[in-house]
């Protein structure tokens, strides 16, 4: 009878071995290269590190026949430098890569501002320096590239108004560590980019504290009807500095935003976002700007950019010029507001086949979200009387997600709650009547109820009347400054402005009270160059007839007697 044969690892082929090592990361080839001498050696073949060096290093046969050294051996030397972040490497690599590559065809003056890596103990030496530890994949990212040199433009984008400009440098470690923050409300916090023009900078956590999370990378906003100045809402624009950067790169290496003038523009444009109308294509593209919104007061800037392009193939009789322009504007709350007005900022294109205009407009509004629709109007320019309408998709604006200040967090949680008894509202029964602040006497609560609300009714009609007669605006341009015509405002429209120009023209209308910024004015009036502007609530600086701001200084003065009659 023959002997039963034993089957060892020593005694199996190398191929099928081979095989199954192949499907190990490097952590199970290293401790199957201690089990035994066979292994130890089949866990040396080439090949095998060669895929762990592609996937975890990107390094190519080219990178191995410069440093002249094994799979294996280049595989362990990059893991000594580099294998903290090994986790991080090939992601944040690829990232950096992708982006040289793609200036290098659209705009390479850009990347001539990347400095090299910084090294491993200029990193430990930046901790010690601010006291905190730095996210392995933000030291992973600067182990690459160091930021880039202060120049403009900037690496990490731009955005350009007719009188606004921003553009983000990503900053060095050492520029970075310079900026780091330890005020309240800031506290633990670094600088990622910088804009020389508006100050602005996002920054990245590096503590879990004052409500953000490490490694949450942010835009600030200081709460402006807050007394405390470490009162500071955030925008937030990343999870972590992988998201962040990796994020930002697909935007740009796909063409999401455009390079205009040897810039990136940080426009998202979504691409449902495009109609055709009889040979007319209009596409539209968004932006947020964070240096121009507060999340207190809610008031959220954002610009828009319009492409509007004839087909090739249209025939030369299809030439047409646009007239008007008609908005129909959603807010969150459902709320409607039309706005219909000549040319584009202040211009009247012509189309012909293959032309293109572009051109950029800014809105503002006091929710999160709110969308555009409208169209424009065109006349034909071989017969003017044939008009028609090129419709122009819906586009969404949309805040970025954003954090309210710690601050006034707890101020909402510890202020006082006041309970208004309501016949209407059961709630009202889970209260004692000891619980008011201000309680009502017995045997009179019937009489005073009627008398408080008498009195707040009246309160409410004379400050409806005070502000329905001081809504309405000079509206004219001229040189005179003498002019008499007015018009009585939209109800959006809460102001007055008078603009002159430098060579004397004026310019008088109703305006949106929160509007009255030069950056906003400039895309209002594109075709004006330098100009003085003065905005006021209602009529009250810009030629109300005597009587309506007579009539509305009288309803506030009666209306603050009578809330004090109110509360005595």
Request: charged share 20%; proline share 4%; hydrophobic share 35%.
């Amino acid at each position: 009878m023959a002997a039963a044969t034993v089957l060892s690892l020593d005694s199996l082929p190398s191929d099928p071995l081979l095989l199954i090592l192949s499907f190990l990361d490097f952590r199970d080839l290293v401790s199957c290269s201690l089990v035994s001498r066979r292994l130890n050696e089949l866990t040396g073949h080439n090949p095998l590190w060669k895929r762990l060096c592609l996937k975890h290093w990107l390094l190519t046969e080219a990178d191995k026949g410069q440093r002249g050294q094994s799979w294996r051996e280049l595989f362990q030397d990059f893991y000594a430098d580099l294998g903290r972040y090994i986790d991080y490497y090939s992601t944040l690599k690829k990232a950096w890569d992708d982006l040289k590559s793609y200036l290098g065809q659209k705009c390479p003056r850009m990347i001539a501002s990347l400095k090299e890596g910084a090294k491993e103990e200029e990193l430990d030496a930046i901790e010690a320096q601010i006291g905190c530890k730095l996210p392995n994949d933000y030291r992973c990212s600067y182990r690459i590239h160091n930021g880039q040199k202060l120049v403009v433009p900037g690496l990490m984008g731009s955005m350009a108004l007719s009188n606004h400009y921003r553009s983000e440098d990503l900053l060095d470690i050492e520029t970075a560590a310079g900026g780091f923050q330890q005020r309240k409300g800031m506290r633990q916090c670094l600088p990622l980019t910088f804009c020389f023009h508006t100050g602005l900078s996002q920054y990245m956590a590096l503590e879990s504290t004052e409500g953000r999370t490490r490694s949450e990378i942010f835009y600030h906003c200081p709460d402006q009807l807050a007394q405390d100045p470490s009162a500071i809402d955030m925008f937030i624009t990343g999870s972590s500095f992988t998201e962040w950067f990796t994020s930002y790169v697909q935007n740009v290496v796909t063409g999401e935003y455009p390079i205009i003038r040897d810039q990136i523009f940080r426009y998202v444009h979504d691409k449902k976002c495009v109609a055709t109308t009889d040979n007319i294509t209009v596409s539209v593209s968004t932006s947020f700007l964070p240096e121009l919104s507060s999340v207190h007061p809610p008031h959220f800037f954002f610009t828009y950019r319009i492409r509007i392009e004839m087909a090739k193939s249209a025939l030369p009789e299809s030439a047409c010029q646009l007239d008007s322009r008609y908005w129909k504007i959603t807010n969150a709350n459902g709320n409607v507001e039309e706005v219909r007005g000549p040319g584009v900022v202040g211009e009247f294109p012509v189309m012909t086949p293959g032309k293109v205009h572009e051109y950029a407009s800014c809105t503002t509004f006091s929710t999160t979200s709110e969308y555009m629709e409208g169209h424009y109007t065109f006349h034909r320019l071989k017969n003017k009387a044939e008009v028609f309408d090129v419709s122009i998709p819906r586009f969404h604006m949309v805040c970025p997600p954003f954090r309210e200040s710690m601050v006034r967090s707890s101020s909402v949680r510890d202020a006082p709650i006041a309970v208004f008894n309501n016949d209407n509202d059961s709630d009202t029964d889970n209260y004692e009547e000891g619980d008011l602040h201000e309680r009502l006497p017995n045997g009179k609560t019937q009489g005073s109820r009627m008398k408080v609300s008498v009195q707040v009714s009246l309160v409410f009609f004379l400050a409806l009347i005070g502000l329905g007669s001081a809504i309405k605006c000079y509206s004219c341009i001229d040189y005179t400054g003498s002019c008499s015509q007015t018009a009585h405002c939209a109800a959006q429209e809460d102001g007055c402005l008078t603009l002159q120009e430098k060579n004397g023209k004026l310019y008088r209308q109703c305006i949106r009270y929160s509007d009255c910024r030069t950056s906003i004015l400039g895309s209002m009036f594109p075709k004006v160059g330098k100009f003085e502007h003065k905005c006021c609530h209602h009529d009250l600086c810009n030629g109300a007839s005597v009587s309506a701001a007579r009539t509305s200084v009288i309803a506030l003065v009666l209306s603050l007697a009578l809330f004090w009659w109110c509360i005595i």
